[in-house]
């Protein structure tokens, strides 16, 4: 070993390895079934294929620019008016990301100095807090109200100061599989309207919401649009996780900060899947189909653990559903869910994992982005026990 550096004092000393990368391993490790870590285990829509491999053999195979392909924010930029009839520019107000982390990482460190502080809902999606440390921010929790895991905008009030930089809020939820309603938005109006404070809004989930509601995004808003990054996935979209790539919307003063940073992250993004993405986008609106498909999957699931001994509340959105195994042990659920996973053959996340202190609500998260035929098998397994 060399004797230099002996010591690296870690900017990140509480962070180990992510819960994703550990419960899949997992899974591999004891043949389980993987229902931790987010993604389907279906295939992408063949014209979207055929489509990158066209543009692979076209030659478009070098950097895109910084922003993103322009034909691609085109068209995200008539999405976002025929969704939610928002306007934004596409040459000033829209970034192409590798993906939705890197969306947010460059976000909040395009706008965050020593000392600010960044309101965070938790549980929170593991990237937003390291984000926020790594750029000397200060993380300031609010938690979410169970059993239906809402907002208690009293609560975000009363942690409001001087300092307050960035809310963080993320709908449909990760992990709780909750969505923030139109009268979430205008509570939170309330609280920003006529201050700094600034919003990253995580909404990768948008089209995977269930049981007739509607996704609200900031961007409907105009006080909360005026302010906001908005975060949007394409991996959840079109069930490819791991093409790593996403899209960030915020006003032009906004995104001049955020590309300033973002040009020195990653430059830019993958190029011929940004082509294709935007022929594709032009030519089908499938993504209105998403609801009703993970809306069946969830049912699905549901159904097949009738019998069993997991309580639950049916998800909202995203495609995780939480199960509550309060009345099968006492574990700690970190405890729980590597023992599901090595004795009963199932891997789920814990979710107090999410927090930055001790939680016991005993819920482990499933993703049901998967085959009914998985879904079913991995059902039988936890109704055995
Ligand atoms: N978003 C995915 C999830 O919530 C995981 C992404 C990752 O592995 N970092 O499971």
Known sequence: MPKYPNTISSKLPKVGTTIFTVMSALANEHK?????????????????????????KEGLNQYAPMQGVPKLREVLCEKMEKLYGAKYHPDKEVNI???GTQAIYSALTAVIREGDEVIVIEPAYDCYVPAIELNGGI?????LKAPNHTIDWNDVKKVVTSKTKVIMINTPHNPMGSVMTAKDMHELEKIVGGTNILIISDEVYEHIIFDGQKHESV???????????????????????GWKMGYCFAPENLMAEFRKVHQFIVFTSNTPIQHALADYIKESDDYNELAEFYQKKRDFFLKQIQGSRFKFIPASGSYF???????????????????????????????????HKPVDDKLLRFCFAKTDDLLKKAAEKLCAI
Request: hydrophobic share 35%; with cysteine.
């Open 97 to 99: 990301t590798s993906g």
């Open 219 to 241: 961007c409907k808003y105009p006080v909360l649009a005026e302010r906001s990054f908005i975060v949007y996935s394409f991996g959840k979209t079109y069930h490819a996780t």
């Open 321 to 355: 559903q939480l199960l509550d195994y309060s009345a099968i042990s006492k574990e700690k659920d970190t405890d729980y869910a590597i023992r599901l996973t090595k004795e009963n053959g199932v891997a789920s996340i814990p979710t107090s994992v999410f927090y």
């Open 139 to 143: 993380p300031i929790y609010v938690q």
């Open 32 to 56: 389980a079934i993987n229902l931790s870590q987010g993604f389907p285990n279906f295939n992408v829509n063949e014209r979207l294929v055929s489509l990158i491999n066209q543009k692979m």
